[in-house]
């Protein structure tokens, strides 16, 4: 299982970012993906997830309306839409999949809200 992340950076509070995941190695059409956040001394969250086909998507609601999960599965890839950004919004993101039981996760990116 491979999952690489990328699109992370610095932006102005209210700006936005697209995240990409490209995943490889296990059945990526048919798993759920997640998009999970860690801030500094904090637990890792979930922050987004959406189902094999793209049907059912989840959001917590510290990011709801603001936030949007979608999928490309010619590509192998899991996006993340980040709209209307807040400084509380920093942390190291992470692409994540369970596979037989196992949590898989990326390398992550940083993203940074700060004026």
């Known amino acids: 299982v491979q999952l690489v992340e990328s699109g992370g950076g610095l932006v102005q509070p209210g700006g936005s970012l697209r995240l990409s995941c490209q995943a490889s190695?296990?059945?990526?059409?048919?798993?759920?993906m997640n998009w999970d956040r860690q801030a500094p001394g904090k637990e890792r969250e979930l922050v987004a997830r959406?189902?094999?086909?793209?049907?059912?998507?989840t959001y917590p609601d510290s990011v709801k309306g603001r936030f949007t999960i979608s999928r490309d599965n010619a590509e192998n890839t899991v996006y993340l839409q980040m709209n209307n950004l807040k400084p509380e919004d920093t942390a190291v993101y992470y692409c994540?999949?369970?596979?037989?039981?196992?949590?898989?996760w990326g390398q992550g990116t940083q993203v940074t809200v700060s004026s």
């Open positions: 959406i189902t094999w086909l793209g049907v059912s998507t």
């Open positions: 190695g296990f059945p990526f059409s048919t798993s759920t």
């Open positions: 994540n999949v369970k596979i037989s039981g196992n949590n898989y």
